[in-house]
C-alpha cells in the first residue's frame, strides 16, 4: 500500500525560527499523482523531503501504507526520489548508472538486469543502455535518472523539480513521459514538487498549494488541497485565486452593498456588481474582493452579466488570442482581458466589461472566499 498521511506535521529548524511547515494535513492515495506547488520558500521541497525521510519532523505523524514513519531510515521507506540534478555517475553506462543501487542493495544480475530492461522500455531508453551521460541530451539525462527510480520498484516515487534544467520543449516532451509514467505503473503513488503552476495543473490528480511568510504562522502552511479545477473554479481564498490561473486572476477592490442567500451586489468605482456567493456574513458597507478570470470577462455594451466600464492601457496580439490591459481607475489594479483571436483596440479605447454573477469570486476583508452558489465545473 502506498496511500500517505500528514497529521498535522510542522516543520521548523530551531525554537527560536518560525515554522517552515504548519499544521500540514494530507491524505493521498495509492496510485495517485499529487503535486506540491508555491512560491519560493513556501517548504514545498521540505515537505517532500521529510516523506523521503531526509528531513526531521517537529511534531506531528507522517505515515506511509498506514505504517508510522517518522522515525524510520529512509531505505526502508519504500520510497524513490528522482532530484532536481540528473546525479549520473559520468564514468557508467545508462543501464549501469540506472542499475547502481540495486547492486547496491545486491540483487542477482538476473533480476538486475530484467528490471532495467523493463524500465528502459517504459522510458524509450532501450537504444541508449550502453552510451555515457556525455552522450546524452538533457532531456535523455532525467529520464535516466528517473530509471534509476523505476527499478527499485517502490511505493511511492518523489520527484524534486525535476525539469526545471531543461529548455521549453524539453520540459513539455518529460512531462509527458512522467504523466505516461504515472499511467503505465497504476499502483505507485507520486509526489511531485514545482514552482511552475501549468506543471501543477497538467500533471496532478491532487495538488498541494503552499504558501509562505506571515500567513503560515496565522493560518499553517497549506492554502488548499484538492483537484486542479477544484483550485481553479473555487479558490478558498486570495493566495489560492492569484497563484492558480495564468494570467492570474483580476482582483478588484470593492464595497459590499447588499447579501441574499442567492447572490451579493458589490459596489466598485462606484458600478454595482451582481455576485452568485452568499455573502450574509458580511456587513452592508464592509470592504470585499471582486474576482474574475481574464478569460471569463466578456466585452460589450450589451450581454449578460454587470457593467464595467474601462479604458485600454496597453495590448499584446499572441496570434491565438490577444490580452487587453485595462484601467478602471487610476487607483486600482489593472484588468487584464483575454479574446480570442485578433483584437484591433489600441491605447486610450473605452471597453465595456460584463461581469456575469456565475464567474465572479467575492473575498472578505481577511481574504476567505464568501460559499458560490452557482457551481463551476470541476
Do not use: W
Not at 500528514?6 to 516543520?11: G, I
Not at 494535513?25 to 516523506?51: D, H
Not at 501504507?65 to 532530484?83: C, I, Q, S, Y
Not at 545486491?106 to 541508449?128: N, R, Y
Amino acid at each position: 500500500m502506498s496511500r500517505i498521511d500528514f497529521k498535522s506535521v510542522c516543520k521548523r529548524y530551531a525554537p527560536n525560527l518560525p515554522y517552515t511547515i504548519k499544521d500540514a494535513n494530507i491524505s493521498i492515495a495509492q496510485g495517485e499523482f499529487c503535486v506540491f506547488v508555491g512560491p519560493s520558500g513556501c517548504g514545498k521541497s521540505t515537505l517532500l523531503r521529510m516523506v523521503a525521510g531526509l528531513e526531521s519532523i517537529t511534531s506531528g505523524e507522517l505515515s506511509i501504507g498506514g505504517r508510522v514513519v517518522n522515525e524510520l531510515e529512509p531505505a526502508k521507506r519504500g520510497v524513490a526520489m528522482v532530484f532536481q540534478s540528473y546525479a549520473l555517475y559520468p564514468h557508467m553506462t545508462v543501464a549501469e548508472n540506472m542499475a547502481f543501487g540495486l547492486r547496491v542493495f545486491g540483487a542477482d544480475k538476473l533480476t538486475i538486469e530484467k528490471k532495467v530492461k523493463k524500465a528502459a522500455d517504459i522510458l524509450q531508453l532501450t537504444p541508449l543502455l550502453e552510451r555515457l551521460p556525455k552522450q546524452l541530451s538533457g532531456g535523455q539525462r532525467q529520464r535516466v535518472a528517473i530509471g534509476r527510480a523505476i527499478v527499485k520498484e517502490p511505493d511511492v516515487f518523489l520527484f524534486d523539480e525535476p525539469l526545471s534544467n531543461l529548455d521549453a520543449a524539453l520540459r513539455v516532451q518529460t512531462r509527458l513521459e512522467i504523466a505516461k509514467l504515472h499511467h503505465d505503473i497504476g499502483t505507485a503513488s507520486m509526489i511531485y514538487v514545482t514552482h511552475d503552476q501549468v506543471e501543477a495543473m497538467t500533471l496532478a490528480d491532487k495538488i498541494v498549494l503552499l504558501r509562505a511568510g506571515q500567513g503560515v504562522q496565522d493560518h499553517g502552511s497549506v492554502a488548499q488541497f484538492g483537484s486542479p479545477m477544484d483550485l481553479y473554479h473555487r479558490p478558498q481564498n486570495l493566495f489560492v485565486a492569484e497563484f492558480i490561473g495564468s494570467p492570474k486572476m483580476n482582483i478588484l477592490p470593492g464595497r459590499l452593498v447588499r447579501a441574499e442567500a442567492t447572490h451579493a451586489v458589490v459596489e466598485v468605482h462606484g458600478e454595482q456588481v451582481t455576485v452568485a456567493v452568499d455573502a450574509r456574513r458580511a456587513k452592508a458597507g464592509e470592504a470585499v474582493s471582486l474576482g474574475i478570470r481574464p478569460e471569463h470577462l466578456l466585452a460589450g455594451e450589451d450581454g449578460p452579466g454587470s457593467a464595467l466600464h474601462t479604458s485600454v492601457r496597453q495590448m499584446e496580439r499572441l496570434g491565438e488570442a490577444s490580452m487587453l490591459y485595462l484601467d478602471v481607475a487610476k487607483d486600482l489594479p489593472m484588468v487584464t482581458l483575454r479574446v480570442e483571436g485578433y483584437a484591433g483596440n489600441t491605447a486610450g479605447d473605452r471597453v465595456t466589461l460584463r461581469l456575469r454573477p456565475e464567474q465572479c469570486h467575492l473575498f472578505d476583508a481577511a481574504g476567505l472566499a464568501f460559499s458560490r452558489t452557482v457551481e463551476l465545473p470541476t
